[in-house]
């Protein structure tokens, strides 16, 4: 675990984010007092990704899914007719 007051922090601020980085807790203090503990994780540590077409096989149509569409095609015709 690393302390710093605060004039520290901003004088160390990329060897503190450094030492965060690596995993190791980063109190910083003000006149004697704890203010806060970071931890940071990189940015490049592997996260699932989103890849299109992922629900593929997942997602299933009924198979009168098109007719409503027909049906409201066909309501709006005869009103637009006169």
């Known amino acids: 675990m690393t302390t710093a007051n ?3 922090a901003k004088s160390n601020l990329s060897k503190l984010l450094n030492a ?8 910083i203090t003000r006149r004697g007092g704890k203010i806060t503990r970071f931890k ?4 490049d540590s ?4 989103k890849l299109f077409g992922a629900l593929k096989g997942k997602i299933v ?4 899914y098109d007719k409503a569409d027909e049906e409201i095609l066909e309501i709006l015709e005869d009103r637009f007719k006169a």
Request: proline share 9%; no cysteine.
């Open 40 to 43: 940071l994780q990189p940015l």
């Open 61 to 64: 149509y009924a198979d009168d």
């Open 6 to 8: 605060v004039h520290q």
């Open 20 to 27: 965060a980085a690596e995993g190791d807790n980063v109190i």
């Open 46 to 49: 592997p996260k699932k990704a």
